[in-house]
T-cell receptor
């Protein structure tokens, strides 16, 4: 079993739909990242969470430390949101920025 | 603008040849990292460097080599010893090794034929 599990692996939505991507992890962590990978391969950081909830525009990320679970929500989805979304955790027992990555969720938003 | 520049974006090489991927950052970050991405798998750490003139093996270092002679540069050499070199390679950096915020480059696609 991977330390970081994402679901679903693939998600297709219609423009305007509310989208949720889930991430479960099996280790204690100090931080969780949500990343977006563009079709060309470049990765940008969307959120870094250690507790609670963060919001940026139409994106919302939540984390439940007790349940070892995080969700990324996209409201009013748009075709430009189509990308791979990656969850990554920084283990509490690990020093430094070594991250463990999920396999990613491929999101396609159709017009 | 500050950032991480990887080159080349696409690279084709014949089997048995060494190839070097460039990674340059102008963020004044101490720590730099190389990751490999394969279809259906999460990113895996190849090598990392906490500070100039220092580097450490990651989880899949076999068949790879790195150097960190300058703070802004962390080139990765994929040697002929790497059994399955065809992959997408990502360079990243953070302000320090213990820092939480990590920045990624645009990646390099390596195809070995």
């Amino acid at each position: 079993k991977n330390e970081v599990e994402q679901s679903p692996q693939n998600l297709t939505a219609q423009e305007g739909e509310f989208i949720t991507i889930n991430c479960s992890y099996s280790v204690g962590i100090s931080a969780l990242h949500w990343l977006q990978q563009h079709p060309g391969g470049g990765i940008v950081s969307l959120f870094m969470l250690s507790s609670g909830k963060k919001k940026h525009g139409r994106l919302i990320a939540t984390i439940n430390i007790q349940e070892k679970h995080s969700s990324l929500h996209i409201t009013a989805s748009h075709p430009r949101d189509s990308a791979v979304y990656i969850c990554a955790v920084k283990g509490a027992e690990t020093s430094g920025s070594r991250l463990t990555f999920g396999e990613g969720t491929q999101l396609t938003v159709n017009p | 603008d500050g950032g991480i520049t990887q080159s080349p974006k696409y690279l084709f090489r014949k089997e048995g040849q060494n190839v070097t991927l460039s990674c340059e950052q102008n963020l004044n970050h101490d720590a730099m990292y190389w990751y490999r991405q394969d279809p259906g798998q999460g990113l895996r750490l190849i090598y990392y460097s906490q500070i100039v003139n220092d580097f450490q093996k990651g989880d899949i270092a076999e068949g790879y080599s790195v150097s960190r002679e300058k703070k802004e540069s962390f080139p990765l050499t994929v040697t002929s010893a790497q059994k399955n070199p065809t992959a997408f390679y990502l360079c990243a950096s953070s302000i320090r090794y213990s820092g939480n915020t990590i920045y990624f480059g645009e990646g390099s696609w390596l195809t070995v034929v």
